[in-house]
């Protein structure tokens, strides 16, 4: 099955700089990359993904790359603001398989952005 | 539309008790998981259903159970409970496959200490 590494675990940035959390992961097959922002005691929520067929995406200040070639991908933030603090989760998975109801999750990364 | 959502938000059980945890989603979806966070771990997959009368293990099922008799309901039974099994949990649902973009729509948690 597929095993995703998630870094760092913690991450602290001043505001206005910028955040990178890097993700690995272990099946060739997956194909779909999303990412979930987790604030404190609320959901989590998706708030961007990523296919294999595409190399990266942006939606305004939010970042998605991905290697398949290496097998990683991060989230870059910038510009970032106290509102971006939370956990980030990292996950992949296969969506051509019936595998959808066993999305793999990275640990999560702690992020505080200082003022 | 209420989305997901999960029965009850807290619970405190002392050691051997049973209880259900109860999640319904009115989208129609025909994907729906239970993760447990616990801190430093991320999520990770408990129980997951493809669609009604389909059920499989995740990556930590001991302890716990899971039917799915309608589409809209997959309710999550502890049988005996354990401190171990102190956590928050999170039900989620999404769409069929299709090959379309389908995210994944969290509940917004259930906080179970056991005692």
């Known amino acids: 099955g597929e095993n995703v590494e998630q870094h760092p675990s913690t991450l602290s940035v001043q505001e206005g700089d910028s955040a990178v959390i890097k993700c690995t992961y272990s099946?060739?097959?997956?194909?779909?990359f999303p990412w979930y922002k987790q604030e404190l005691g609320k959901r989590p929520q998706l708030i961007i993904d990523i296919r294999s067929n595409v190399g990266e995406k942006k939606d305004q200040r939010i970042a998605v790359t991905l290697n398949k070639t290496a097998k990683h991908f991060s989230l870059h933030i910038t510009e970032t603001q106290p509102e971006d603090s939370a956990v980030y989760f990292c996950?992949?998975?296969?969506?051509?398989?019936?595998?959808?109801?066993?999305?793999?999750f990275g640990a999560g990364t702690q992020v505080v952005v200082t003022p | 539309n209420a989305g997901v959502t999960q029965t009850p938000k807290f619970q405190v059980l002392k050691t051997g008790q049973s209880m259900t945890l109860q999640c319904a989603q009115d989208?129609?979806?025909?994907?729906m998981s239970w993760y447990r966070q616990d801190p430093g771990m991320g999520l990770r997959l408990i129980h997951y259903s493809v669609g009604a009368g389909i059920t499989d293990q995740g990556e930590v099922p001991n302890g716990y159970n899971v039917s799915r008799s309608t589409t809209e309901d997959f309710p999550l039974r502890l049988l005996s409970a354990a401190p171990s099994q102190t956590s928050v949990y999170f039900c989620a649902s999404r769409a069929g496959a299709g090959g379309k973009r389908q995210p994944q729509h969290f509940g917004d948690g259930t906080r179970l200490s056991i005692l």
């Open positions: 099946d060739s097959a997956s194909n779909y």
């Open positions: 989208m129609n979806h025909e994907y």
């Open positions: 996950a992949a998975i296969d969506v051509t398989t019936d595998s959808w109801g066993k999305l793999q």
